[in-house]
């Protein structure tokens, strides 16, 4: 392939964010350089998501768009969850792709592009079977300050609406050791913020006789010298337990946020979803986090629309939001999804229904969240900036707790602020993000 450029877009979760700055890494490891636009490369990359049909779609019509460069000399690959699940299927659907292939087989991108290099037009990735995760020394990272580090692949749940498990295999948990040194490196290189990744975090082992579960490890890495922040995502609230919260609270390292899915208020609808846990035990997991030391701010992902759910159940899933007062939350409507339980299931809610229970859960978050946002008018709070807003004249930063908090500063002219950690006095709240003034002592 001559003049060796690539351009790779990215769509989905953190996993596929930090997952891309692999490949990226091994690319140029491999003698190629990144390119701006699709026009430029020789080597064009999709890394995908198909957590819902609107992200599968994106691809496709990404590729559509490309069709006729087909045979000038562009090579295509799709990478990530949609490669996976559709495998050669898309070598149909769009023939002037040469590569698919799915996270659990990166470990092999080095040989897949030696096979690309060498004309093969049909290089594929698609095997499930291992227990190898994706280390490699060869990461390009984005920010140079937060760093995500991946500490479980794949997922061993079976939420019957989820693809994730056919897309990303069997869990495998790095060993803490090697967590620990990738800590240790990226703190002398100067992060001070890292986030622990996986689909379920939780769940994590160290398959090395240490054997630390999550909580060990989380206090662990939050106890490396040079980092002030470590984050985590996603948990599952089966695999939840009271030590995480212990960990939390024996180290301010560990942010004032708790990301904790529970998808619906129904108990009825969870064990339909076979989410392992009913609304009461859910609201334990609560309860530890409210009764913690310190407070942690609380953020979900809902899904309306599920099969099945009634308009009672969708009032246990207002009525839990009211109860636990969450200072964020990602909503759905319910997308079937190929391969999952879900697909058979019958009393499918009507588009418009699902589009109704999906504003009605929006406006009530946000009328909370303006209220809990409003809590924080006159308290100082640390920010690492993250950015500026030249047109507004802000700094952009960030919470321990997660909330974006965009604030003016003295010295706006001057040299750049980000990466930084400043105290900041709120003095603004809206629904999802909160303004304020630098100060000079906490
Ligand atoms: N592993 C994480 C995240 C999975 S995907 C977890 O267990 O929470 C992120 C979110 O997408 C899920 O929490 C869920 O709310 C949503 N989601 C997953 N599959 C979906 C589907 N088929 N339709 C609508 N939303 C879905
Ligand atoms: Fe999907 Fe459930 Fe696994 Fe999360 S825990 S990735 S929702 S199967
Ligand atoms: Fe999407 Fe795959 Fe992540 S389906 S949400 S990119 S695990």
Known sequence: MPGKTFYLETFGCQMNAHDSEKVVGTLMAQGYSQVETPAEAHLVLYNTCSIRDKAEQKVFNRLQNFKREAGKG?????????????????FERAPHVSLVAGSASYTRLGEMLVQLEAGNRHVTGLSLDTDETFDTPFTRRDNPHRAYITIIEGCDKSCAYCVVPFTRGPERSRTAESVMTEARRLAEQGYTEIQLLGQNVNSYRDPSPAGWDFAALLARVAEVSGIRRVRYTTSHPRDFVRSIVDAMDSNPVICDHVHLPVQSGSSKVLAAMDRLYTRDDYMRRIEWIRNAKRPYSLTTDIIVGFPGETEEDFGQTLRLLDEVQYDSLFSFKYSPRPNT???????????????RRLVIVQEKQRAIQIRRNAESIGVVREVLVEGRHQALGQWIGRTSDNRTLNFTHPDSGGGSLVGTYLPVRVTR???????GESVTVV
Request: glycine share 12%; hydrophobic share 40%.
């Open 74 to 90: 562009k090579v295509f690959g799709v990478l990530g969850c949609v490669a996976q699940q559709e495998g050669e299927k898309i």
């Open 341 to 355: 339980a879900a697909l058979e299931m019958g009393d499918k809610i009507p588009e418009e229904e699902k589009q």
């Open 429 to 435: 709240a809206g629904p999802n993000s909160l303004v």
